[in-house]
């Protein structure tokens, strides 16, 4: 038996056995037990399936390419669609429901949906920590509701089993001045931190610097070094804004001129003849525009080209990360994985001009101090005072722009599948997995096309550790593990089990062998996939198998009810699910109000007539919102525009003002027709006038909240998308 196959089989915490086994193979043992691997786990963001390069993209990644070929690449590897339940099912080794993250970092009032990680889960660094590792982590944490600096943190790295800690809490933010940013339980000015200050901060660098500092003192310390490691490294490349250095821009100067389908037929066909995909999977349709009828085209040039360097960057500090264990001989006996949180960002982030849509002269704003903590996910101006511009006029990569690189390039990344980020279709799940350990994998440059899904890193990672996953904690029943280990595929061997499954904001999906059943949104249909034949989901076979649809449908189900998935897109306790509906035609709001789902106007079937007096000086921020990414709508501030969006069924549909919205008290009135016809007026001037489908014609599952969006998102914004400034004499009108 290898030394893999004897930890693998191991069943109870490894120095348990050192009493039986050494009295029959005394060195044998003792060099089994020490040799157990250093683990790494490296996560990127908003990525899709194609963007490096040996997953078939063009971007230069020879780091994770030379990994590949030195180990083995996953084909049909599986997150779960959006950043924060992927890092809760990641670091737990559960359904993200089970673990309290089913959606974002709200409470909605359901044990799944908690927004926080519950005591129910442990994390890999919790359950190696008991089995004698160090445990590190750099980067994006994201996996708590309580992100203020003198709030609770027991949810926070530290206080989850991570021995030493350099990132964010929080989601996203800027590069150059990321929100939340924390080493240990202190969070830190990046211009004040005493500890890491280098010639030009890039949380990029900063992330691969730490984690590269953390193996090195592991090493040198004489009694660390004695025990093996766990690192989770969390990028948060390649997350919109698109911020990169200029020396890593320039490399990719030109490299995206031919546009969005060139890049994709290209990526397409190296996909195929890398043996990624099969030639019978046909290519998913092009979306987000054809390149022809691109108004802007050097500023979609220069997103791709951000994009690219975005990713490049990560790719040099992984490796750093990897020449540090060369440095320390500790490659060779380290298990590396890299993988993806979710598909490419469809958001139209930044993409519209703002109130700034060029960087003035002067800068208006005061200059913030050195030690300010930077807590806003987009900065209001940047530390020397300028404002943050968006839209086309602004080219992406410096300090001070906050820009996503739109549908049509995330339809390139997540080539040759489709959808995005937040679906459950291939294009929103589908991540690369590179494993890498060259003294444990005996495969070389190899291929797996064995489904596999995050849940089974936490079961790997037990597995190889001969660590012990416990039932108990604190007097708390712990959640058994959901994955499976993914140790018979390092040795070309079968993984058992039942299925996969996934929802994220009502999209639903199950996968059994070959088959995938999947919807879109809580009242989708149910559509029916062969993933031998048709991976890419072009292929609908539910009306054909009407039997498979009903019998895969309720394995879902079964795996809803246990898993803490229902109710699909939950309110807070007290919200109707049945139709006690409020009654009231008029209602007259405040700042802060948060009514639930049977509390707020019953706007199914209705037209609105909405009125607020608002002052700001916000270029972002809802100013009302019911509902959320199935139905709903939204009165918002948009790149320094008064707008209002609706989701009918998950399709957004917006109306803009052109100018931008004035500074001082103004007042604001929204009327949408039962036809559709929508009306801007500011300070009783109509400002926009255009089309929606219709009222709502579904009551909104979310309630109705003033100022912020506390819930799921009606519009392209991360919640809750809070007004900075004051709102009054809010009302809403419901008409027949």
């Known amino acids: 038996m290898n030394r893999v196959g004897l930890i693998r089989r191991m069943r109870f915490p490894v120095f348990a056995l050192l009493g039986i086994l050494l009295a029959m193979t005394p060195n044998r043992v003792q060099a089994e037990v020490g040799d157990r691997p250093n683990i790494i786990i490296i996560m990127a963001d908003d990525m899709g399936f194609s963007d490096i390069g040996c997953y078939g993209g063009e971007i230069n990644t020879p780091t994770l390419d030379g990994l590949a070929r030195g180990g083995v690449r996953f084909t049909q590897f599986y997150n779960?669609?959006?950043?924060?339940?992927?890092?809760?099912?990641?670091?737990?080794?559960?359904?993200?429901?089970?673990?309290?993250?089913?959606?974002?970092?709200?409470?909605?009032?359901?044990?799944?949906?908690?927004?926080?990680?519950n005591r129910n889960c442990v994390t890999i660094a919790e359950v190696l920590r008991t089995a004698g590792y160090a445990t590190y982590m750099a980067g994006k944490w994201h996996v708590t509701k309580n992100i203020a600096p003198e709030g609770p943190k027991d949810n926070w790295p530290l206080q989850r089993g991570v021995d030493r800690f350099y990132g964010t809490i929080t989601g996203a933010g800027s590069f150059y001045d990321p929100s939340t940013l924390t080493r240990d339980n202190t969070m830190i000015s990046?211009?004040?931190?005493?500890?890491?200050?280098p010639e030009q901060y890039y949380y990029t660098d900063a992330i691969s610097d730490n984690a590269a500092r953390f193996i090195g003192e592991h090493c040198k310390d004489r009694d660390n070094a004695k025990k093996p490691f766990f690192m989770y490294v969390a990028y948060t490349a390649a997350h919109w804004p698109m911020h990169a250095l200029a020396k890593d821009v320039v490399k990719y100067k030109g490299k995206y001129d031919a546009g969005y389908e060139a890049i994709r037929k290209t990526r397409y066909e190296k996909s195929k003849q890398l043996g990624l995909i099969r030639d019978q999977w046909a290519m998913a349709p092009q979306e987000g525009g054809a390149w022809e009828d691109v108004e802007y085209d050097d500023w979609e040039i220069r997103c791709m080209e951000v994009y690219a360097a975005m990713v490049d960057s990560m790719d040099?500090?992984?490796?750093?990360?990897?020449?540090?264990?060369?440095?320390?001989?500790?490659?060779?006996?380290t298990l590396i994985f890299y993988l993806q949180d979710n598909g490419g960002c469809a958001e139209a982030y930044g993409r519209r001009p703002g109130k700034y849509a060029t960087r003035p002269d002067e800068p208006p704003f005061e200059p913030m101090a050195d030690d300010e903590l930077q807590l806003s996910m987009q900065p209001k101006q940047t530390r020397d005072g300028y404002p943050i511009v968006?839209?086309?006029?602004?080219?992406?990569?410096?300090?001070?722009?906050?820009?996503?690189?739109?549908?049509?390039?995330?339809?390139?990344?997540?080539?040759?599948?489709?959808?995005?980020?937040?679906?459950?279709?291939?294009?929103?799940?589908?991540?690369?997995?590179i494993a890498h350990w060259p003294v444990g994998i005996e495969r070389r440059n190899a291929l797996e096309h064995q489904p596999g899904h995050l849940v089974d890193l936490m079961a790997t990672c037990v597995d190889v550790a001969g660590a012990s996953y416990p039932t108990e904690r604190d007097g708390a029943s712990i959640t058994p593990m959901e994955g499976r280990s993914l140790v018979p595929a390092f040795?070309?061997?079968?993984?058992?089990?039942?299925?996969?499954?996934?929802e994220h904001e009502g999209n639903r999906a199950v996968r059994v062998g070959k088959w995938k059943l999947v919807a879109k949104g809580a009242r989708g249909a149910w559509e029916l996939y062969d993933m031998e034949k048709d991976r890419t989901e072009l292929h609908d076979l539910a009306e054909a198998q009407p039997a498979r649809v009903e019998e895969l449908a309720a394995v879902w189900q079964s795996y809803a009810e246990r898993a803490d998935v229902l109710p699909l897109n939950p309110q807070r306790p007290g919200s109707s699910t049945r139709g006690d509906f409020s009654k009231k035609k008029l209602f007259?709001?405040?700042?802060?109000?948060?009514?639930?789902?049977?509390?707020?106007?019953?706007?199914?079937g209705k037209a609105l007539a909405i009125s607020a007096k608002v002052e700001t000086s916000a270029n972002d921020g809802v100013i009302l919102a019911q509902g959320g990414v199935a139905d709903g709508y939204v009165v918002l501030l948009r790149d320094g525009k008064l707008a209002f969006a609706t989701r009918h069924e998950g399709t957004l549909s917006v109306v803009a003002a052109e100018d931008d919205f004035p500074n001082g008290m103004t007042r604001i009135d929204v009327i949408m027709n039962k036809d559709g016809k929508v009306v801007l007026l500011v300070d009783r001037q109509q400002v926009a006038e255009g089309k929606v489908p219709g009222p709502m014609a579904h009551m909104p599952i979310d309630g109705l909240q003033?100022?912020?969006?506390?819930?799921?998102?009606?519009?392209?914004?991360?919640?809750?998308?809070?007004l900075d400034g004051k709102l009054s004499n809010v009302t809403v009108r419901v008409e027949k």
């Not at 099912?89 to 799944?112: E, F, I, K, N, W």
């Not at 990046?190 to 200050?197: G, I, M, N, S, T």
């Not at 040099?316 to 006996?333: A, C, P, S, T, Y």
């Not at 007259?588 to 199914?604: M, S, T």
Request: proline share 8%; glycine share 12%; with cysteine.
């Open 80 to 117: 779960t669609a959006r950043c924060c339940p992927t890092r809760a099912s990641l670091l737990t080794g559960l359904y993200p429901h089970q673990a309290g993250v089913g959606h974002m970092m709200q409470d909605r009032g359901y044990d799944g949906y908690r927004g926080d990680l």
């Open 190 to 197: 990046p211009l004040a931190d005493p500890e890491y200050q």
């Open 316 to 333: 040099q500090g992984i490796g750093r990360i990897v020449d540090e264990l060369k440095r320390n001989d500790e490659i060779d006996n």
């Open 390 to 433: 968006t839209g086309p006029g602004a080219m992406p990569g410096p300090d001070g722009t906050y820009i996503g690189y739109g549908k049509a390039w995330a339809n390139v990344s997540n080539t040759p599948f489709r959808e995005y980020k937040h679906w459950v279709h291939e294009g929103g799940i589908s991540t690369p997995l």
């Open 491 to 502: 040795e070309n061997r079968k993984i058992e089990r039942e299925a996969l499954y996934w």
């Open 588 to 604: 007259r709001l405040k700042q802060g109000d948060d009514l639930p789902r049977n509390k707020a106007p019953f706007v199914e």
């Open 706 to 722: 003033v100022g912020h969006d506390i819930n799921g998102a009606v519009g392209e914004y991360e919640t809750p998308h809070v």
